[in-house]
């Protein structure tokens, strides 16, 4: 089931998303967060830091799962998934370096990296699973077509996220990784929780998908209608095409 929450700014879809992340680990000092990376959850990430500095709310004991990482990138580029984690939320919070997981694109057995980190996500029970969107529906890095049951996996990015994502590399293209490895969809569903988070116009038609449209995995984000507990947070723009 999904609960959509409508507000106005990305400001307020910050904070909405922070009263739900709060209460789970508020709840579970020991929860099992899945993470994720774009423009989308840095306000988040920003109010769980302002939490942890004013309130002391402990990552200590938290352990993390990131939902995908670009392959072709070393670990120390500025745009790879691991220093945008470590530079938006980890190297902020007390959270505990062996208690992070991202997929690594490190070493030239990629498939072995995926089936080590299904094997890691085999071991745990995420408690809730955070999500921006694409604007062509996917999450993680689970273009259109991938099949629901999909696991952990090295994926093709689509012309379409190559150009959206081109703003993080000095928008050139040719600078974009073309591939990525991501937790696949059945990962993400056995998530207990689901939070989504979107802004702004270009997200729109993949939120109006995701939630009114047909189940399909044309829009791989349309998965989440049969999950139950999933909350959606959009603002304004991004709820437009929604009554
Ligand atoms: C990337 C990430 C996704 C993210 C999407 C949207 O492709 N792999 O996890 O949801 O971009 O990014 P943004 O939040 O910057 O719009």
Known sequence: MIKVIKVEDYQQVSEEAFKVMK???ANNP???LGLATGS??????KLMIADHNENGTSYKDITTFNLDEYVGLPVEHPESYYSFMHRNLFDHIDINEENIHIPSSLGDDLQKNCDDYNAAMADWQVDIQLLGIGSDGHIGFNEPGTPFDSVTHITDLKESTIVDNARFFDNDISKVPTQA???GISNVMSAKKILMVAN???KAQAIFDTINGPV???VPASILQKHNDVVIIVDREAAALLD
Do not use: C, D, R, W
């Open 23 to 25: 209460e789970v680990v």
């Open 30 to 32: 020991k929860a099992v």
């Open 40 to 45: 989308s959850p840095i306000g988040l990430y």
């Open 181 to 183: 490895i991501t937790m």
């Open 200 to 202: 702004g116009k270009n």
């Open 216 to 218: 399909t995995e044309e």
